[in-house]
């Protein structure tokens, strides 16, 4: 874990078998990943996430493998006393300019995600030029576990989605976009996202979910572009 850096690089280092998540840049600026590799078991009920920047600003991931059982990829937010952030030094802060470029990623759950711990805003986070190998979710927007916070400026372009092995036998799917958790009253609005340039190689076993639930938690100004229908040499022209 980095608590509290600024300007940290860290380049060509493998990682290897985390006891619990592994890569966590935390309340850091000015991060630099590049040129890694993340190994963690894959095949076992494990909550391994690879990397999971969480309350960071200005952060850059480039040329990176991951590999795990629980998310390969995640960015995070939390409260003062959320458990494991009790004993951390400093304040809760946003998390904003994120980058993750020309990496692979391979999860039993999900591979590039935004959220699961959303308790401060989320701003300005890219994925692209990279690869979701096999997965449960291959692109997700979750701020459950959140406080109504803002979760905005997200793009996910030119990703290549190869297929699944999920950890629920039957619920794997291309995207997942929702603003709680399973009708909870937490969670948080999601805004101005753009997803494009999707090399949808399969859809998965049950259908994308786009979902928000009410006036506080609504998903507004989503933009599809070339988003590439499995089996058919032809882009998609409608959410169905």
């Excluded at 591979?111 to 986070?125: A, D």
């Excluded at 805004?191 to 090399?199: A, D, E, Q, T």
Aim: proline share 4%.
């Amino acid at each position: 874990a980095q608590l509290q850096c600024s300007h940290f690089i860290l380049d060509g280092v493998i990682c290897r078998n985390s006891g619990s998540w592994g890569v966590i840049p935390t309340r850091c600026n000015h991060v630099v990943i590049k040129n890694t590799k993340h190994f963690n078991n894959n095949d076992k009920l494990y909550e391994d996430d690879g990397m999971d920047i969480q309350e960071s600003q200005n952060a850059f991931v480039q040329h990176t493998v991951i590999v795990s059982e629980d998310d390969a990829f995640s960015t995070k937010t939390w409260t003062k006393n959320t458990d494991m952030a009790k004993t951390w030094p400093g304040n809760p802060e946003p998390l904003d300019s994120v980058i993750l470029d020309d990496c692979l990623a391979w999860s039993r759950c999900a591979t590039f995600k935004v959220g699961f711990g959303s308790y401060q805003p989320q701003s300005n986070i890219i994925v692209r030029n990279s690869t979701s190998y096999r997965s449960m979710r291959a692109i997700a927007i979750n701020p459950a576990y959140g406080g109504n916070y803002d979760n905005k400026n997200i793009i996910f372009n030119n990703i290549d989605i190869e297929g699944f092995w999920p950890r629920e036998g039957n619920a794997s799917k291309w995207l997942d976009v929702y603003t709680s958790h399973q009708g909870t009253s937490y969670g948080g609005p999601i805004s101005n996202v753009y997803i494009g340039n999707i090399n949808v190689r399969t859809f998965g076993s049950v259908p994308s979910t786009l979902k928000g639930d009410d006036s506080l938690r609504q998903v507004n100004g989503i933009k599809f572009e070339n988003i590439k229908v499995p089996d058919r040499d032809e882009y998609a022209t409608s959410l169905s």
